[in-house]
Nanobody, 127 residues
Framework: QVQLVESGGGSVQAGGSLRLSCAASGFTYSSYCMGWFRQAPGKEREGVAT???????NYADSVKGRFTISQDSAKSTLYLQMNSLKPEDTAMYYC?????????????????????WGQGTQVTVSS
């Protein structure tokens, strides 16, 4: 069965960095659009970044220049390097997968288009 397992979350001070990982299994990784989403308490889930089978990326405006999404297809692993973290980045971060190797930029705004989700990893940024 499909499994997405996130790791790498934690607590950091503003300006710090974290690297999230998502280990995928149970599907042909290279045939999927992969994404990172986040959800803060009391807020809706929002898209952070997506990457397709050709490693073409899309980012939310709020994280451009600070976060980098990447992948190691041979290892079926997705990454999110987060630098210059801000308190407003505090949220549960989720890895997600959508069938089809292409990620439209609009997918960031429609989490429901992603059929597979991990359990999430908490990121807390203190000021």
């Amino acid at each position: 069965q499909v499994q997405l397992v996130e790791s790498g979350g934690g607590s950091v001070q503003a300006g710090g960095s974290l690297r999230l990982s998502c280990a995928a299994s149970g599907f042909t990784y290279s045939s999927y659009c992969m994404g990172w989403f986040r959800q803060a308490p009391g807020k809706e889930r929002e898209g952070v970044a997506t990457i397709d089978s050709d490693s073409i990326t899309n980012y939310a405006d709020s994280v451009k220049g600070r976060f980098t999404i990447s992948q190691d297809s041979a290892k079926s692993t997705l990454y999110l390097q987060m630098n210059s973290l801000k308190p407003e980045d505090t949220a549960m971060y989720y890895c997600a997968a959508r069938g089809g190797g292409v990620c439209s930029a609009g997918y960031l705004f429609y989490p429901a288009l992603f059929g597979y989700w991990g359990q999430g990893t908490q990121v807390t940024v203190s000021s």
